[in-house]
């Protein structure tokens, strides 16, 4: 077991502190790549002639080179800035909330963000020499730059959607091959999902764009808002892609979506409803033909499809509870075959750390249970902020909690195993009573007294493996990952 | 020698870190010290930088967004390299500095968009104390940056003992007497990296009709020359500052290391020779500009090997070996090399495009 010294985050679950950035990182990497692929439409429809017959090219032709410019410099400023120092945030929060997720999977996928990282230099280059040079260049040339900068977008999230999709469904099945997992079950759906949602962000984006433009008229607006319509369009094939992806995905991930974890449930909602709205009214858009979008309502709709990211992203992070990299890593940083030696040994022994605010707390036992519960409860839970064990457990009798706490595993199968001995249970189990009752001043240690017997049958009948009851099989490629996460690090 | 004395595997990545560290910094360097330039020119001298006799701060402001955007992308390669080397040091440091690390990333935005700022024809004509506030602004963002990066790395190396300690104070600012020598190291270095990097794009203005008077070279080398110095004498207080143990002769001057040494040594002398020469004939900047570019890569490798070399005193890589080995096994290498490729082809159309059509690459 490797310890790392782990930072409370206050009030906030850490899993919320991903996501929350998450959301950001993504909508604007999507923005991102919907924004060159509608970039490369506007070129087209810039240069080209409407009838084969006809020599004359599209009377919009000059309204749509505006267009592309200004929204590209809004592109540039935002996504370049925002987008490319958020992914760096991504990272830094992933080592900050579980370091040795992003060691395997560092170990397991470097090749993958090297040549990702050769498609974002190529984005940067393109991005830029368009920034600066666009105006001046020929159409050609500027199509060339567009067409490059699309596929270096959509590229980058190529790749990185292998390493995404692979958390939750790593191909463990089969033998250890790179391509097997990167290509794993729920990459294409994936996938294309993303791509469409980027089409969309960046359709709903322009109309914000249009709007801005001082220099156009109603008229002209309407043209462009009618052209982004068309971007709208693809989203009549989200409800297919997101079928395709639930289905792919494991049985008790998919459960927890459809009713089976509240807040789950509830994030799908959001994220659903709010892509309805968006495509309602798209599918208006496309029918009323000369449909206008004021600026209010642009932004409104734009809004709401940060809200549909939203509750995607925390869908997504969430269904992989209790892992962060399935069958091999659970979210508390512990590797499942750890468990039953930690099980023996303790789960705190080795830990080199002390606890920070050790004289809050009236006695030893409490301070060990406040080492057992940030070693492996707080990815998940606060004491009494977000997620708290207080509300949810402060009221059960301390047998309750005993035999509770023993069993998470299947209490809710997406927690994962208790991890560590029977004293370090009943210290936790104290920890929660006590803080339940205000943190008096003096409180009974019961390390002498608890009954450890019953605990240890407890912990027995839980077993060590995991609640799910959907696990592929285990492998060598999940004894690869294992060694990548246990090894000396 | 560095890195031959390591198993395949190790060097292999150990190569791959140093060679994409040597891009970072050359990067870096441009906007360190050119932010720090620009800010000194908006105190310091108003309204120099609107007459066409700065063309040096005009350009620096031009193009700072680019090179930041540059500087980032080229740090995220080694930091992946980084990860698979040292891991648990890096990220325990990471975790150790907390909400103090993590704050390099709003800093880093907020940078980024003041040198959008500056560039901006609205901010050129504001007030000159408003364009002096960004100025300083945009350079004081990236010397946290640099500083932050520091402190990292300095932390990382220290004993696990020293780690455990540091935590339970709960600290998340790391002192040590050798961090403002070793910033000073590579603030004052990055001096006549961008010396030379401005250079190239001053004669290059010049070249296309563009006015840029020798005594701006002029100006710029001996500004290189400064920072050469002032990171020499930084080199001296950071030996002597360090516990002899960690950083003493024995390591730099070690069969490891020495050959980078010499190098770093060797660099430096020729950079400083070319700077001279700039400085001494700044009208015919190119032979000059080609020794100090030549002379400033090699002093910054070889440093970079030499740093790499201390580290590797100071943490046992060898328990790692094996992961590294696994590593190497995992696949996807060819991959890489393929798009590498590739895709570097395609950069270098782009600059095409933009030369082509262009002309002056600053118009
Ligand atoms: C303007 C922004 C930046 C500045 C001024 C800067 C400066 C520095 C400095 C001074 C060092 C050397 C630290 C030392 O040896 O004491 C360094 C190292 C490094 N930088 Fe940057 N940096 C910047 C942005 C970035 C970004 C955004 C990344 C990553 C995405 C990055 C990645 C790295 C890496 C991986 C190292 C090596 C660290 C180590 O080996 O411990 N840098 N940087």
Redesign the pocket.
Known sequence: MTYYPLNDFGPVMKGMVIGGLGIFHVFLAQFAIGGGMLMCYLQWLAMRRPKVTSPAIDPHSQLFRAFLDSYFKTLVLISFVLGA?TG?AM?FTTIQVSARTIGVMVDEFHWIWATEWTFFCLEIVSGYTFYRYGKGLTDRARMTLLVLYSIAAWFSLFWINGILSWQLTPALGQPGSLWANFFNPSFWPSLFFRTVVSMTIAALAGCVVVNTMSEIGREERTVLINRMAHFLGAMVVMPLLAWWYFSVIPADSRQWVMGGSIAMTLFFMVSAGASLLIGGYAVMALIKQRLYINGATATLLLALAFAATGGGEFVREGVRKPYTIRGALYSNSIVPDEVAHLRNVGLTTDDPYPLRDAQAYPNNQLRLGAMVFRDQCSVCHTMDGANALVHLAGSWTLDQKRLNFAKLQHLKTFMPPFVGNAHELEAVVQLVTWNADNRPTDWPDTSQTAPFTEIERYLEQAGTGSGLSTLPPHTNSADRLTRAATGPQ | MFPLDQPLPTMFYLTL?VVT?VV??LF?NY??AGSAYVAWVSVFRGTDGQRPTAPAARVLRDWMPAA?SA??TA??A??LF?QILYKKD?YTANLLLFHRWMA?LPV?IV?FYLTYFLKSKRITHRHGLVRAAIGVGAFA???F??YS??E???L?QRSQVFKTAFYATSSIIYTDPRLLP??GI?FFGAFPTMVWMLGWQLRYQRNTGQPVPGSEFKRLAVTGVVGLAMAGLCACGYLWAGPADEVGGSVIFGQSALVWTVSSLMGGLVLLIGLVWLAICPDQPTRSLALATVGSVVAILGATCV?EVV?LNRVDLEPLYTQHAAAMKVGGLWVFLLFFAVNGVLIAWCFALARRKMGPLNA
């Open positions: 120092l760096v990272w | 870190y560290l970072h910094v870096m906007v360190l930041l500087a980032i740090g995220v080694p930091l980084l890096f390099i880093l940078g963002c990236f010397a940056v640099a990066w520091t990292n790395h300095l990382s070793r910033l590579w740093r580290r």
